[in-house]
C-alpha cells in the first residue's frame, strides 16, 4: 500500500499484485551526527539484518562522496571546497548521487540502509520524490559537546582532508554542530512519525541491540487493540 502512495501506478490493482509476487524488501535510514559512528553501525547492522533476512546493501552518503572526490569530477572540485572547511556539501549534489544508488536497488529488487541521509530539508523532501519511504529511520543524538569533541579528534587524526591548527578545528566542530542542529529540525518536520530516537554514545553492540529490537517491534505483524483487564476480588475487597 505504500508504494501505491509513492509510486501513484496507472494501474494500481495489477501494481499491487506484481508486488505481492516479488520478494520482501526492507529500505532503512540511519542518520547521525557529525562525528559519529555511523558507517561503522550500518555497517554492522547490514550484516546482522542480511543473516536474518537476505542481503542487504549499505549505501553510505560519505563513501559516495569520497568517490567523486577521488574521480576527480565537477561534484569532486566542489566536494573538496565544503570538505576543507567541513562544512555540508550542496544538497543538489548528494541528491544525485544517491538518487543513482537507490534506482539501481529498486530496480534490482535489494533491499538497503541509507546513512547519512537526508540531513537537509531539501534532501528529505527529496527523499520522498524518489518515492523512499523507509521501513525504519533511525537518528542517533548524541549532545553537542560529545559531537564538538569527536569531531576534533577526527580532525586531528592524521588522515584527516581538513589540515588546521586547533583553534581551527574547534570553530569548524562547534559551526559543524550548529550545522546540523538547524538542518535536523527541517528533516524532522519532513519525516514527522517516521523517525525513531536512540542514543547514539553507547557502545557500538549496545546501539546495535537497540536498532534490532526497535525493528523487531515495528516490522511486528500483530494487530493493535485496545487492553481488555478483568480485575477479580473477594467478596467485602476494594473492587467494588
Known sequence: ??????????????????????PEMLRIVLLRPPGSRGKEIALSLAEYLSEQAGNITCISV????????????????????????????????????????VQQMETEQRSYIIEGFPRTETQAIAMQKMGILPDNFILLNQSDDYSVGRINDLLSSEDTIV???????????????????????????????????????KQQQQILEEIARV??????????????????????????
Do not use: W
Open 215 to 240: 525493528l523487531k517491534l515495528k516490522r511486528t505483524k500483530a494487530p493493535r487493540r485496545p487492553q481488555r483487564v478483568i480485575l477479580m476480588g473477594p467478596p467485602g475487597s476494594d473492587t467494588e
Open 62 to 101: 560519505g563513501d559516495l562522496i569520497d568517490k567523486e572526490i577521488n574521480k576527480r569530477s565537477s561534484f569532486g572540485k566542489e566536494i573538496e571546497q565544503c570538505r576543507s572547511t567541513y562544512s555540508y556539501v550542496k544538497d543538489e549534489i548528494v541528491i544525485e548521487l544517491l538518487k543513482l544508488q
Open 1 to 22: 500500500m505504500k508504494s501505491l502512495i509513492t509510486q501513484r501506478p496507472a494501474d494500481p490493482i495489477d501494481h499491487l499484485i506484481k508486488k505481492l509476487e516479488q
Open 163 to 201: 589540515k588546521c591548527d586547533a583553534e581551527h578545528r574547534d570553530r569548524y566542530a562547534k559551526n559543524a554542530i550548529r550545522e546540523c542542529n538547524v538542518h535536523m529540525q527541517g528533516v524532522k518536520e519532513v519525516c514527522r512519525g517516521l523517525i525513531t530516537e536512540l542514543d547514539g554514545t
